[in-house]
């Protein structure tokens, strides 16, 4: 059964750091294009971050210089290191698995598998 678990949301202050993880069973990330998107109330789902199978990694102009995506394939586990969070950072962050375009990478319509989902909070 392919499964998507996020983890690492929270609460923090501006300025602050978060790191999230999407831990994949039932397939190999290695694989496939992983996304880590964001949607806060009222707002639409956004593309944050990209790593695909060959290693490359693709992020929001928004995020860009703030936010790392990496890979562990030893832990079949894709992280999300958020560093200098601002307040319109806060959304529920979600992983996603799919195959993706190369021009479709940040757009969550090509995505399969979702996780669940994890809360940020950033406060001013």
């Known amino acids: 059964q392919v499964q998507l678990v996020e983890s690492g949301g929270g609460l923090v202050q501006f300025g602050g750091s978060l790191r999230l993880s999407c831990a994949a069973s039932g397939f190999t990330l290695d694989y496939y294009a992983i996304g880590w998107f964001r949607q806060a109330p009222g707002k639409e789902r956004e593309g944050v971050s990209c790593?695909?199978?060959?290693?490359?990694?693709y992020y929001a102009d928004s995020v860009k210089g703030r936010f790392t995506i990496s890979r562990d394939s030893a832990k079949n586990t894709v992280y999300l290191q958020m560093n200098s969070l601002k307040p319109e950072d806060t959304a529920v962050y979600y992983c996603?698995?799919?195959?993706?375009?190369?021009?479709?990478?940040?757009?969550?319509?090509?995505?399969?598998?979702w996780g669940q989902g994890t809360q940020v909070t950033v406060s001013s």
């Open positions: 790593i695909i199978s060959d290693g490359s990694t």
């Open positions: 996603a698995a799919g195959q993706p375009g190369p021009k479709d990478l940040l757009l969550h319509r090509p995505y399969d598998y």
